[in-house]
């Protein structure tokens, strides 16, 4: 079976006590399994009434819980879900989800990814844990012996906005001037208002300052009326979808330890981390051990400390560099594509050289009307056109074309690479019958894996009709990143990359 006809089935939840985190991580996965091809079913007993529009606009199909765990209202229903999705991989996100759930899910004969943070459980029966972490190297899972362990930084899951910024370079001003709040997607405790009244007690000069206010944040009257009356230019923003865009806008961020630790470390952002709860010590320790943050206690936040921190970081380009770079060592943004391969099984295409006889098949694929519309010319292509072209592409040493085929040996489709000195611009066209399926991701995967083997092939190079999203979808699942927009035979055209640099490693 295919990843295309696959489900995947997360259960994670998001509430005002326990935060967005686990329900937000598993969201970047759900995305990337959705670029592959499949089906994502979310069950959650997600309280906010926007992050479960938000869920749904993704396409995910929605299941609403009426308790949560160990209330056995939640093993009832998720327990239907199971039987409706018999081949699901099932993901597991929740410090409360514990030994026996996950038991539960294994004895109904399904296939177990759980995320995590600290080792805490008796057991693990899981298939695959994943901890994202800097410190999960040094944990111990007591699982079986043939469980996968995908520990550390390597895996942090990245949502879909921020695989555009893989190969961004952050500028650092000599002063610092845009600072970006958040403090997750709840803020309990109100934290965020005591940033901002820090921010104002403080001689710090003219600030632009953007406050993220989470979906479950209780308090936004308060943080609205301390921002309305600040000398700062202070810009609140409810439920931001931009997360990437607002961290390659700052200079610097103060955040709670949670998920978005990650995403700065991504995106460069030298940050002052605030450790709201207990289970974010470790990673705001990690950050400040690497070079990649600073932190403060919870309690410290309207004192001096926060203060002298602050000032010191808008004051030196040096320490923002530094803090920038090893946030970037960190965490490269190829978790997703690191963690999906895991899930995936035996690979089901093979590749093979394109031959003579393929000459009529790859004429039908290309004159298909879905074909033509997105190619950059939209011509139907004679017999005798094409068969010339097939004939030079064949004989052409700078031309690779391979043919993908299945398991039972049939034709799926074909990828074409034209060589120039250390670059490869590639072509894909899936057989009309099997599009939809996640082919046209594996095919892809598979043909760059190969034309990247090459010691002479440092760079392949893709342009999509930029109303063609599907396709730019296809080609960012695959590892591919977006690197501006071309005007090819009068079309606009996404132009996506692929370095061998930053190839996935398992």
């Not at 600040?230 to 409810?238: C, D, F, K, T, Y």
């Not at 380009?317 to 899930?343: C, F, N, Q, T, Y």
């Not at 033509?372 to 064949?394: C, G, N, P, V, Y």
Request: glycine fraction near 6%; proline fraction near 3%.
């Amino acid at each position: 079976m295919s990843l295309g006809e696959m489900t995947l089935l997360i259960r994670a939840d998001a509430t005002t006590q326990i935060g967005l985190g686990h329900v937000m991580r598993c969201l970047a996965l759900g995305q990337a399994w959705q670029d592959r091809g499949g089906r994502v079913v979310f069950a959650t007993t997600c309280q906010s009434g926007r992050l479960r529009k938000r869920l749904t606009r993704e396409g995910f199909e929605l299941v609403l819980l009426d308790k949560s765990y160990p209330n056995p209202a939640d093993w009832e229903m998720t327990s239907q879900v199971l039987v409706e999705n018999p081949d699901a991989w099932v993901v597991l996100d929740g410090y409360r989800l514990d030994s026996i759930y996950q038991c539960r899910i294994k004895k109904a004969g399904h296939r177990l990814l759980v995320i995590d943070d600290m080792a805490q459980l008796d057991y693990y029966y899981a298939d695959v844990i994943l901890n994202q972490n800097f410190h999960a190297t040094k944990l111990h899972y007591r699982c079986a012996a043939d469980t996968r362990l995908l520990l550390g930084t390597k895996y942090v899951l990245l949502r879909r906005e921020f695989q555009k910024w893989r190969d961004w370079k952050r500028e650092i001003p000599d002063v610092a001037r845009n600072v970006l709040v958040t403090m997750g997607g709840s803020d309990p405790d109100n934290a965020t208002l005591e940033v901002l009244r820090a921010i104002e007690d403080a001689e710090l000069g003219d600030l632009a300052v953007v406050a993220v206010v989470g979906a479950e944040n209780p308090h936004f009257e308060s943080i609205q009326h301390t921002a309305r009356a600040s000398r700062h230019a202070v810009r609140l923003l409810e439920d931001a979808e931009n997360m990437a865009e607002l961290m390659a806008w700052a200079n610097l961020a103060i955040s709670s330890a949670g998920t978005t630790c990650w995403e700065l470390a991504f995106m460069g952002v030298p940050a002052v981390l605030v450790s709201l709860v207990e289970n974010q010590d470790s990673s705001a320790a990690a950050l400040v051990d690497q070079g990649a943050a600073l932190s403060i206690a919870k309690g410290d936040i309207r004192r001096a400390d926060l203060v002298r921190i602050l000032r010191q970081l808008l004051l030196s380009a040096k320490l923002r560099r530094g803090m920038s770079e090893a946030g970037r060592e960190l965490v490269d943004g190829l978790g997703l594509l690191r963690a999906v391969s895991h899930l995936e099984g035996p690979r089901q295409l093979t590749l093979r050289s394109v031959e003579e006889d393929d000459a009529q098949a790859v004429l039908e694929w290309a004159n298909d009307p879905d074909t033509r519309e997105a190619s950059f010319s939209s011509s139907r292509i004679t017999m005798k056109e094409h068969l010339q072209w097939f004939e030079d592409k064949l004989s052409d040493p700078n031309v690779v074309m391979l043919l993908g085929t299945d398991c039972q040996g049939v034709t799926i489709g074909v990828v074409r690479f034209d060589l120039h000195e250390d670059e490869a611009v590639v072509s894909l066209n899936v057989a009309p019958e099997h599009r939809g399926r996640g082919h046209g991701g594996e095919l892809l995967r598979l043909a760059c894996r190969e034309i990247l083997s090459r010691p002479d092939v440092d760079l392949v190079i893709a342009h999509v009709k930029r109303e063609n999203t599907r396709s730019v979808q296809v080609f960012l699942g695959a590892g591919f990143v977006v690197d501006g927009t071309e005007c090819i035979q009068n079309h606009a055209a996404v132009c996506l990359v692929l370095h061998k640099r930053r190839w996935p490693v398992k």
